[in-house]
């Protein structure tokens, strides 16, 4: 749990700091049904984020649970309850109380152990019994899982989430304890875009999505100091201003969980949500899933039994803002009035009816019929919208800005993480005192049991049944995944081929980030031409970005190539800086020939000297030699030799090829 005091959401007015509540909106209707799938807040920093998050707890209906379960099993649905819970109902019936829902969160620094659970070591050494610790899965059960920084999570974390969010079920197998119990929570995340991305496999597990950005008008922003300011001065007054308010919002919530089991799914409405998705591009089935029962809890909150398009308008831009993935042959246009446009102009062809809706799902957008992705006229809204304070109006960008900084991430090998960070993978002896940092309390455990039952140590006099000696202690072997950065460096000057070069380098640049969506390595190009070079694509792993970066390039002009490999070195030093556990790459593609140099130098001398500094540097690079002198008379080929590179002489160059060659090596 956080040490940080909790601030009431009225700390920060919702709707200075968001357009129209929309984070308010998806907050509440994921307390209404938490099968909504949680809530991603991507925003700036300073924008309440986390304390609008920390808020809902206040509003949270109690629940009730098993006495005396530690993981909050639900009395009334006995197919979920925890090992323990089997195990007590044998003997005799299970009473129950009520406490209330809490925001768990999980720290970026957090260890697998204080995620899933471990063994009870307090309990096997004091009186030699084999028990299970719960862990954070265990406290958010029924709850909210709070990840700040969700994009900075390591891997392995990410990975075990995953799973638990798949199954509502955490099973811990370790250190000879067996526990099964239900894992069902509200996973909330909160990113700055700024920071870096966040996997493709997590960002489509959130349910919804709110963008949020900081106000610009003066009236909220005074508004939100003097709030601020009243709660640091008297927290408790302040809290007793806004109790009213909450109470109220609480009973409301309750209120439509009552009410949520009798919203009726019209197959109209279904039809209509389907047709969206389509429309939309989705990747698979979870939007259509998450839409209806967004709409529904939506309904539910009006105190209304049956949801209509008016609903499934409001939700929609909060399912879809971040599951437009495809590539568009238009650019979608991202703020929030053209994309409510989209969906109302979607929504429209669904009012006739669910006959005429059938037709379209079977015949795709046609003539006359409205994509959303079409950034024509605004479209009226002709769906019954319904009256109330929560409005998901809110900027809702199609891709982040992706930027060079995120966990260390990649399947291309297993490393061993010296930062005490990492997937345990085993045990080992410390050298010295000094490598005791981070101690693998079973393994030293079993190390003296063993030594015990050899040699008959006793326990100690303070009652322990072990006595572990320094002989004993074992440390951790932590691992984590390695990625690899990849920057393509481009000639894009006005020599012979550049087009075409361009051309390949964009081919490759999408192939290879389709492969980082499960490899998870990033990729970024950087051409020069006429006086100088550009990062063109900074370091991502997010196709979508790509696409929309790359979509136009320039050529022509001279050929710096110094600057060029200046630029790609200095990119590749700064992934170095923030992941020095990351695989560097270098793929130059170029003839070789420079005929502009740094600072009024030399073109073929500096850039000779560049490629040196390539070699002293933790970098791999391979060069690709476009040219159509033969190898051994290629200014490349000096390229190459010069900085200790690879040298490949591609006959045909396209995307599939280059990043055939670009595959081999990584």
């Known amino acids: 749990m956080t040490s940080e005091p909790c601030r009431p959401a009225h700390a920060f007015p919702f709707s200075a700091v968001v357009g129209q509540e929309a984070l308010k909106t998806a907050l509440i209707l994921n307390a209404v049904d938490p099968r909504v799938g949680g809530v991603l807040v991507r925003g700036e920093r300073g924008t309440a984020k986390s304390t609008a998050v920390r808020a809902l707890a206040a509003v949270l209906p109690a629940i009730d649970v098993n006495e005396g379960c530690r993981f909050s099993c639900d009395p009334s649905d006995p197919g979920s309850w925890c090992s323990e819970c089997r195990e007590r109902v044998t003997v005799g019936p299970i009473g129950w109380v009520q406490r209330t829902a809490r925001v768990v ?52 974390l990410v990975d075990t989430l ?23 929570f509200i996973l909330v995340g909160t990113m700055n875009p700024e920071e870096g991305e966040i996997r493709p496999q ?119 803002g971040h599951r437009l993935r495809r590539a568009r042959s238009v650019e979608v246009r991202a703020d929030a009035e053209s994309l409510r446009a989209a969906v109302v102009q979607a929504l429209a062809a669904a ?26 006229p605004t479209a009226a809204a002709s769906a019954t919208r319904p009256s109330s304070a929560l409005d998901p109006g809110v900027s809702l960008p199609v891709t982040a800005i992706d930027s060079a900084r995120r966990s260390i991430s990649g399947k291309r090998q297993e ?10 993978a085993r045990s080992e002896k410390p050298d010295s005192v000094a490598a005791m940092s981070d101690v693998a309390f079973d393994a030293t ?21 072990l006595t572990p000696t320094a002989d004993d202690v074992r440390t951790k072997v932590r691992t984590r995944r390695v990625g690899a950065s990849i920057v393509f460096c481009v000639d894009a000057s ?15 640049v999408i192939g290879l980030l389709k492969d980082a969506y499960q490899k998870r390595d990033r ?77 009024g130098g030399s073109g073929s001398e500096d850039a000779l000297a560049v490629s040196r500094r390539v070699r002293t540097a933790d970098v791999r690079m391979l060069v690709v030699d476009t040219s159509s002198r033969p190898s051994g008379a290629s200014s490349a080929r000096e390229i190459a030799d010069a900085a200790g590179a690879e040298y490949v002489r591609l006959q045909t160059l396209d995307g599939e090829v280059l990043s055939k060659a670009v595959r081999e090596r990584v």
Request: a negative charge; aromatic letters at 4%; proline letters at 4%.
């Open 105 to 156: 969160e999980l720290p970026v620094s957090a260890t697998e152990d204080r995620l899933v659970g471990t063994l009870d070591f307090e309990a096997a050494l004091k009186r030699g019994e084999r028990s299970f610790l719960p862990g954070l899965l265990a406290d958010a059960n029924r709850s909210i899982l709070y990840v700040d920084e969700v994009n900075l999570l390591d891997d392995h």
């Open 351 to 376: 009012s006739d009816g669910s006959v005429a809706l059938r037709e379209d799902l079977s015949e795709g957008p046609g003539v006359g019929q409205a994509s959303i992705f079409d950034p024509g």
């Open 415 to 424: 490393a061993v993480a010296s930062s005490g960070r990492g997937r345990y």
């Open 202 to 320: 997590l960002l489509d597990r959130f349910g919804l999505c709110v963008d949020v950005e900081g106000v610009r008008e003066p009236e909220a922003r005074v508004e939100i100091v003097k709030r601020r300011h009243a709660f640091e001065e008297d927290p408790e007054s302040f809290g007793n201003l806004w109790a009213e308010a909450e109470h109220e919002l609480r009973g409301r919530i309750s209120r439509a969980r009552v009410t949520l089991p009798s919203v009726g799914l019209a197959d109209s409405i279904l039809y209509a949500i389907a047709d969206l998705c389509i429309r939309a591009g989705v990747d698979g089935h979870r939007a259509d899933t998450v839409m209806a029962r967004a709409a529904a809890a939506f309904a539910a909150l009006e105190g209304r039994s049956e949801m209509n398009l008016g609903d499934v308008e409001r939700v929609a831009p909060l399912v879809l």
């Open 445 to 465: 455990i079993r190390a003296a049991a063993s030594a015990a039952a050899i040699g008959g140590r006793a326990g100690s006099p303070q009652g322990m049944v």
């Open 523 to 599: 990729v970024a190009l950087v051409s020069f031409r006429g006086r100088t070079a550009e990062v063109v694509l900074s370091p991502t792993a997010s196709v979508e970005l790509a696409n929309l970066k790359l979509r136009s390039l320039p050529t022509g002009g001279a050929t710096p190539l110094a600057a060029g490999l200046a630029c790609s070195l200095e990119l590749i030093e700064g992934e170095l800086r923030r992941q020095p556990d990351t695989i560097a790459w270098l793929v130059l593609v170029t003839d070789g020939r420079g005929n502009v140099g740094l600072e």
């Open 162 to 184: 995953l799973d638990a969010a798949a199954m509502g079920v955490n099973t811990v197998e370790r250190e000879g304890v067996s526990m099964t119990h239900p894992a069902r």
């Open 494 to 508: 006005g020599s012979m081929g550049s087009d075409t070069r361009m051309e390949a380098a964009k081919a490759a």
